[in-house]
């Protein structure tokens, strides 16, 4: 088995910090080692040796004995004769899909799941617990549910709103319309011919003073239409070219 160098220290001294625990939520982060992965092919031999540079890595698994030993970390022959907590390669898609399951064996055939990590094109990462996944799509399904049942609750607020205004409006007592009395009629029209006949007769109109005669109705054509041919004759569009003046 090729094995990979060994991270060196910072030259200035100064220690990196801890990487968090294994076994602690690390669903957040994931790790790349662009450098590895330019210098060694990610197959199903080496991909052990890049995993565990990452910080999801245990180093008190039983992998990490066989790799002191100089014996392949995934082999299965030796693994199960081991109890404790152990990384198995569960499926592979090369070169981009590896997925790592780590686990607690109790002996050769009685082993209990604990997490999950998984190798996507170089980057690895931690997979979320199937209680973490149902409590997400359940949040979100609580949350659209909450949204649509606000919004139907603001919908038929409106619809309620304009249904009382239009039972207000309906009840309002509509002005009757009002309708006329003959009777009165003829009552009204009797005292107005009555008051007619006791009043003295209109006096006659004043006469014309002397030389004014009173324009009949054919004086009153004759000078409009003079008057509309005044309008219509320009003095100076309409003459003749011989009535122009010369200059």
């Not at 199960?80 to 070169?95: A, H, N, R």
Request: contains cysteine; proline residues 12%.
């Amino acid at each position: 088995m090729a094995t990979t160098p060994m991270i060196p220290p910072p030259a200035d001294g100064t220690m990196a910090a801890p990487p968090p625990p294994p076994g602690t939520d690390m669903t957040s982060i994931c790790f790349r080692d662009q450098l590895w992965l330019n210098t060694y092919p990610l197959d199903r031999n080496l991909v052990f040796d890049y995993f565990a540079l990452s910080p999801f890595y245990d180093y008190s698994c039983n992998n990490e004995q066989l790799r002191v030993r100089a014996i392949h970390p995934l082999d299965v022959s030796h693994l199960s004769k081991m109890t404790g907590t152990e990384f198995m390669l569960s499926e592979v898609l090369e070169p981009h899909l590896f997925v790592f399951r780590k686990q607690k064996r109790d002996g050769p055939e009685k082993v209990a799941p604990m997490l999950t990590y998984y190798v996507l094109d170089g980057s690895v990462y931690q997979a979320p617990q199937l209680c973490n996944v149902f409590a997400s799509r359940v949040g979100r399904a609580l949350y659209h549910i909450s949204k649509a049942f606000n919004t139907a609750a603001s919908k038929l607020e409106k619809i309620g709103y304009v249904d009382a205004e239009n039972e207000n409006a309906s009840s309002e007592p509509k002005a009757p319309k009002e309708t006329i009395n003959f009777k009165e009629l003829k009552r009204v029209d009797h005292i107005l011919a009555s008051l007619q006949r006791k009043l003295p007769p209109a006096p006659p109109p004043p006469p014309f003073p002397e030389g004014y005669a009173p324009p009949t109705a054919e004086g009153e054509k004759s000078s409009d239409t003079q008057q509309e041919q005044l309008v219509t004759v320009d003095p100076i569009i309409d003459q003749v070219p011989s009535k122009r003046m010369k200059m």
